[in-house]
């Protein structure tokens, strides 16, 4: 039994992180200041004798004085693109500050940690599908750089501490992840159509839609980084669903799997979109022994039962920012 | 008149841009706490009486509590391989936390800002010359990593402050400068070169030598920053010398000056060492009507009569570091 604190417990990975660690049997310590985390989600464990829970912001510090931790796992940050384009300099300053203050109290504790890094480290690529040693296509001062150069600044301060300090370190990079408990102002193509979908309303593609994405479903990632955990590599190893899927599919999918008949309409691309991502998993493959597992169809099924229990969508922010990816 | 802070004052580039503005009539707020700024620096212009000076880590805050300032320039930061390698993280930090302690400063005072970003952020590239939106080929988690994701996260975090809080911001990308007033031990091939002739030593070339680098005159470098400060243009702009060499041809031109007779002899090729850099300066020259004069000769004279005068070089360091770039 270990004792686990993970910053960004309240959001969407996060929660399903805590979920899967208690029931493992660990302590779990779930630190979020709620910028993009939703309160629901620590309700779900306030309960737990071993869960416990502090409102920080990590940026700014992170005020643990608990028994000595054996994992810190830093998963704290806005990650679609109406929330970090709603608060870049936050967002910038998990990747930095955020990081550090993590690592800092790792190697206080002589804990290990993990960082949740991102497919978005790729860009807009120019090899398909990218491997882990792929070193990307990111517009360094662009619109979406307040979230790709700081989970990029991440993987840096990471290894610094790691070649630096000794630390005993993770990277792992999450490719596009859907499930339960995602905000529905999430802004990415899942919630988007599902949420439309549940609606009754129109379908919004960006561009022609012959952009691809890969899913994964939230519960095959948690099983990657708890295989992670388990064995001793430093490299950043891609965690993410190889199956791809044209945004349009996905589109038609969602429409006949929620709202036959509904009307599918085309908007303009947004600036900086990746117009294809897709993971090279065989590091994982061999390193972890794992693969994702749950096929597209079923994980749909179990986001939209959950999305519908959930009870009507808020729809667009008063902003109207509903993004593409 | 105008009040300039400038962070990294006691640095080799940053020096030569206090003494420019000093000498065009300005105020003149250096500040640098000697990670790798040189004391002598400061010195020079301690008896100005336009100059002050603040010792401190602009990674830990700006302790400035003087008359409103105009601009900020960031300039901190190690530079040179040996130095950021010996300090990844302070190096990572002053890219993070101090260029957003830069520009929060420079948001309280109503100052403009402008920060030293480098040819780096385009990393070993594909695309030659590089021009301003080639978005570079870089190691997200390499040894060279803590300097370049650095800097492009400082370019990320300006363009943030500029975009969301509508903050005047420049940001040059500075290519291979030299000049009297580099460290002896800047483990850079003029450094490297020019000291071991003035010793007599051999010259030692890392890998064939074909790998090309442009040098550009320190002065021709403030001359450009001096004309962005007139402008007003927000995305970064090339600062460098578009002229090609040859590591080996430099090394020939370097002995044939200093040390004629001596060897040249090759050492193993460092790691993510850059095969070939040249800026491409359309922007400058269209912008600023700005292109570099001073031809590598004379630049060169300069520098060996400065090196000269400073008296024998310490030779390497402790740690035996020379690096390659």
């Not at 691809?212 to 965690?239: A, C, K, W």
């Not at 908007?267 to 794992?290: F, H, K, S, V, Y």
């Not at 959950?306 to 729809?315: C, I, L, N, T, V």
Request: proline residues 6%.
């Amino acid at each position: 039994m270990t004792r686990v604190l993970v910053t960004g417990s309240a959001g969407f990975v996060g929660s399903h992180l805590v979920e899967r660690l208690l029931g493992d049997g660990h302590h779990v310590v779930g630190v979020d200041n709620y910028l993009s985390g939703q309160r629901g989600n620590t309700e779900l464990f306030l309960g737990h004798p071993r869960f416990t829970f502090i409102e920080a912001d990590v940026s700014l510090g992170l005020p643990y004085a608990g028994e000595r931790l054996d994992w810190v796992l830093h998963f704290a940050s806005p990650a679609s693109p109406p929330h970090y384009q709603q608060f870049p300099v936050e967002t910038l300053m998990v990747g930095a500050q955020g990081t550090q203050n993590a690592l800092d109290l790792a190697l206080g504790h002589g804990a290990r940690f993990m960082v949740a890094s991102t497919s978005e480290v790729y860009g807009d690529p120019q090899v398909h599908p990218q491997p882990e040693d792929y070193w990307g296509h990111v517009n360094p001062n662009g619109v979406r750089s307040c979230y790709d150069e700081a989970k990029r600044y991440a993987e840096a301060v990471t290894m610094a501490y790691h070649r630096h300090h000794g630390l005993d370190t993770r990277i792992i990079r999450i490719f596009n992840t859907y499930g339960p408990r995602m905000r529905a102002d999430d802004g990415r193509v899942v919630t988007n159509f599902v949420h439309q979908a549940l609606r009754g309303e129109a379908l919004t593609v960006y561009g022609d839609g012959s952009q691809t994405r890969s899913f994964q479903y939230v519960d095959d990632l948690v099983e990657g980084i708890v295989r992670l955990m388990g064995v001793t590599y430093h490299g950043p190893v891609n965690l993410g669903n190889p199956d791809e899927f044209t945004v349009l599919e996905f589109a038609r999918l969602v429409r006949d799997r929620v709202g036959p008949g509904l009307e599918i309409v085309h908007l303009e691309a947004a600036q900086d979109d990746p117009q294809q991502r897709r993971p090279d998993i065989t590091l994982a493959r061999e390193l972890l022994g794992w693969a994702p597992r749950v096929p597209l169809r079923e994980g749909l099924e179990a986001t939209v039962a959950a999305f519908r229990e959930a009870g009507p969508p808020r729809g667009p922010r008063a902003d109207g920012v509903w993004a593409a990816t």
